[in-house]
């Protein structure tokens, strides 16, 4: 058994189905998704309607043109409060190998899915005005046409998914080039700072069930453990290790409500000593015990 089954994340091999097809968009209405995480990256833009999307343990009011760059391994969640419909773009991690010169170019790239999908505070900010909505509402209206916005994986050919990689490599090109790096932007003055410190978030979102100290979190962003705390605790306004267990406990609460594990065997899944630690742990963030969380309509 791999990680990605331990931790009943959505994993690629649930959407992409051959080595060709890369990406996957469809049209969710009514969008109510309880808390998860998945192996791929998502682009998410709010077509219509209201409703909270919860990540990084925040709750995002939202409406039309929010957007949100959903990083690997992040559980998050949308609850629909009226009508709440959202545009998915599911991108495989191959993506990114095959096209990483052209993406590479693209100056807002690395703002976009290397800072800014990373940092909490920038997770807000990110709204396409309604011209920047009307072209990329262009792009969906191609895959609309051409039966790209199916989600089924089985009954898609190799000149589908061409295509469909092609008009998503369009998307996230016209994203960064017209909306992250426009000097409207609130993310178009990220520092050399911001980019360190994602580091360190990246690696607590992909090794969450890990032993994890700020000693290599500093390496990892050639930072001095001073220097790298304060910076942390500065952007993310947490310090790193109250951040990795608020990671666990998101990881705890997707696997006490998808499956039957003992308090023991998630505990292990998801890097705490062991059932007690865990179940104190918990208790002391949610403020109930996992089995009353497991238990309850939350």
């Given at each position: 058994m791999n990680k990605n089954d331990k931790i009943k994340v959505w994993s690629d091999r649930n959407f992409f189905k051959k080595e060709?097809?890369?990406?996957?968009?469809?049209?969710?209405?009514?969008?109510?998704?309880s808390l998860h995480a998945h192996t791929f990256y998502e682009i998410?833009?709010?077509?219509?309607?209201?409703?909270?999307?919860?990540?990084?343990?925040?709750?995002?009011?939202?409406?039309r043109g929010n957007m949100f760059i959903i990083p690997q391994n992040t559980?998050?969640?949308?609850?629909?409060?009226?009508?709440?419909?959202?545009?998915?773009?599911?991108?495989?991690?191959?993506f990114f190998a095959k096209h990483q010169k052209e993406l590479e170019a693209l100056?807002?790239?690395?703002?976009?899915?290397?800072?800014?999908?990373?940092?909490?505070?920038?997770t807000s900010l990110l709204k396409l005005d309604e011209a920047q909505f009307k072209t990329v509402d262009g792009f969906w209206r191609i895959l609309e046409l051409n039966s790209l916005d199916d989600d089924r994986p089985d009954i898609r050919s190799d000149e589908i998914c061409i295509l469909s990689n092609s008009l998503v490599l369009s998307i996230i090109s016209f994203l960064c080039k017209e909306y992250l790096v426009s000097e409207q932007s609130p993310v178009a003055s990220v520092s050399d700072q911001h980019l360190s410190i994602s580091k360190s978030i990246e690696y607590i979102?992909?090794?969450?069930?890990?032993?994890?100290?700020?000693?290599?979190?500093a390496a990892l962003c050639n930072m001095s453990e001073s220097s790298f705390l304060r910076s942390f605790k500065s952007l993310i306004h947490s310090t790193p290790m109250d951040y990795l267990i608020s990671q666990r406990i998101a990881h705890?609460?997707?696997?006490?409500?998808?499956?039957?594990?003992?308090?023991?065997?998630?505990?292990?899944?998801?890097?705490?000593?062991?059932?007690?630690?865990?179940?104190?742990?918990?208790?002391?963030?949610?403020?109930?015990?996992?089995?009353?969380?497991?238990?309850s309509t939350t």
């Open positions: 060709i097809d890369l990406t996957r968009c469809y049209t969710h209405y009514n969008c109510s998704v998410n833009i709010v077509v219509a309607g209201r409703g909270i999307h919860h990540i990084f343990n925040t709750n995002f009011p939202v409406a559980p998050h969640s949308y609850h629909n409060d009226d009508n709440l419909t959202v545009r998915h773009i599911l991108i495989a991690d191959g100056s807002g790239f690395s703002t976009l899915f290397k800072v800014q999908s990373f940092l909490p505070d920038f979102t992909n090794h969450y069930d890990d032993k994890i100290s700020t000693t290599h979190l705890a609460k997707i696997l006490l409500k998808t499956g039957d594990d003992s308090m023991a065997t998630i505990a292990q899944n998801t890097g705490f000593f062991d059932s007690a630690h865990f179940t104190k742990t918990f208790k002391r963030i949610t403020g109930m015990t996992p089995l009353a969380y497991r238990n």
